[in-house]
């Protein structure tokens, strides 16, 4: 099978070992990874791998029912909502700030502790970073692991080496220049990232809860060691557009986390 990483941007028709998003008539999304005589099951027929290897990106294919399907390949965002997952992802519309107030570009060294799914590892090694993962439970290293090679292909995974270890304990590396926490109580690395960090690196945390905000900006305060310390959250609202009817939708994306960032003094 190809390890040819999706993200890469390929051209041309679609190859075996790839991955596909196929969308039905009713903008229901089904990821598959295309394969030698491979078939995709769903209640509208089957669709054998056949009928897309070989088509161009964005080619209708059609099941054995006739049922069709419109045939592209994911971007990061789409591939991180269908992938499997143990863990709950951080979604794209905070991956995005997230590379931001990180400064994430190639060749930043990143401790990231809960590494989860691999959502974040993912958006940050595509943005060039050099990352350390921490994480407690095997399945959720071994399910990041799988999904960063999966999109990104095997050659990545010499900038990407998560260990089973508690962040909470302490940080080995030396000289980081991103602490990027996704953990129920962050503060207690605060003491850990003054001893890692370099001057001026910096330290983000994604928190669902206010009060885990509160406490670890409380933490960096007493710390004395952080300058520019900020919460922020990010809203999605989507607009309906149809000729002349334009309202925002009744639904959004509120809520999700809390992005709590500071720099590291001299």
């Known amino acids: 099978?190809?390890?040819?990483?999706?993200?890469?941007g390929p051209r041309g028709p679609f190859r075996v070992g790839e991955q596909v998003l196929l969308i039905d008539r009713k903008r229901r999304r089904h990821l598959i990874r295309l394969a030698e005589g491979g078939e995709f099951h769903t209640h509208a027929g089957v669709l054998d791998h056949a009928r897309i290897i070989g088509q161009d990106e964005g080619s209708t294919v059609r099941t054995?029912?006739?049922?069709?399907?419109i045939a592209i390949r994911p971007t990061l965002g789409e591939y991180i909502?269908?992938?499997?997952r143990g863990a709950q992802v951080i979604y794209p519309k905070d991956l995005g700030p997230i590379l931001v107030l990180a400064d994430i570009a190639p060749g930043v060294r990143v401790l990231e502790s809960g590494v989860g799914s691999g959502a974040l590892s993912m958006a940050m090694l595509r943005a060039g970073a050099d990352i350390v993962g921490y994480?407690?439970?095997?399945?959720f290293a071994n399910r990041a692991r799988g999904n960063v090679r999966s999109f990104l292909g095997a050659d990545v995974l010499d900038r990407y080496?998560?260990?089973?270890?508690?962040c909470y304990e302490g940080i080995d590396e030396q000289q980081l220049d991103r602490v990027v926490l996704d953990l129920p109580e962050p503060w207690r690395v605060v003491p850990h990232a003054v001893a890692t960090?370099?001057?001026?690196?910096?330290?983000v945390a994604y928190t669902p809860s206010i009060m885990q905000a509160?406490?670890?900006?409380?933490a960096l305060a007493r710390s004395g060691a952080w300058l520019a310390a900020r919460t922020l959250e990010v809203l999605h609202r989507t607009w309906h557009i149809e000729g002349q009817a334009v309202r925002p939708d009744h639904r959004m994306v509120a809520h999700t986390g809390f992005l709590t960032t500071a720099r590291l003094g001299a």
């Open 1 to 8: 099978m190809s390890e040819e990483p999706v993200s890469a």
């Open 64 to 69: 054995n029912r006739n049922a069709a399907m």
């Open 81 to 84: 909502l269908e992938m499997p």
């Open 135 to 139: 994480e407690l439970r095997e399945d």
């Open 161 to 166: 080496r998560v260990e089973l270890r508690d």
């Open 197 to 203: 960090l370099r001057a001026g690196g910096i330290l």
């Open 214 to 218: 509160a406490q670890l900006r409380d």
